[in-house]
Nanobody, 119 residues
Framework: QVQLQESGPGLVKPSQTLSLTCTVS??????????WSWIRQPPGKGLEYIGMMAYSGSTYDGPSLKSRTSISRDTSKNQFTLQMSSVTPEDTAVYYC???????????WGQGTQVTVSS
């Protein structure tokens, strides 16, 4: 069974950099054809794609946040990490990591972690 678990600070101050880590178990993040994604849901709004890292290490950033985000990975720990710079209160959201498979979409999700940006 594939499991994803987000971790990171629940509270971040404006202008700081947010860092979230997704730990994957039950599968390797280097398995062919899987893409490891970050998605968020601001309060009262729909899901927003942030970006993803492919099994190869290539990254695919979402258009709205690409200037402030980067995704990296630690294959020895089977983790991938989101960094988002210069956060504002508008970045307050529940952040999810998920696995994407071509032809199937998102098939496994983490439980989500609440991030609040506030001074």
């Amino acid at each position: 069974q594939v499991q994803l678990q987000e971790s990171g600070p629940g509270l971040v101050k404006p202008s700081q950099t947010l860092s979230l880590t997704c730990t994957v178990s039950g599968d390797s993040i280097t398995t062919n054809n899987y893409y490891w994604s970050w998605i968020r849901q601001p309060p009262g709004k729909g899901l927003e794609y942030i970006g993803m890292m492919a099994y190869s290490g290539s990254t695919y950033d979402g258009p709205s946040l690409k200037s402030r985000t980067s995704i990296s990975r630690d294959t020895s720990k089977n983790q991938f990490t989101l960094q988002m710079s210069s956060v504002t209160p508008e970045d307050t959201a529940v952040y999810y990591c998920a696995r994407f498979v071509g032809g199937r979409g998102y098939d496994y999700w983490g439980q989500g972690t609440q991030v609040t940006v506030s001074s």
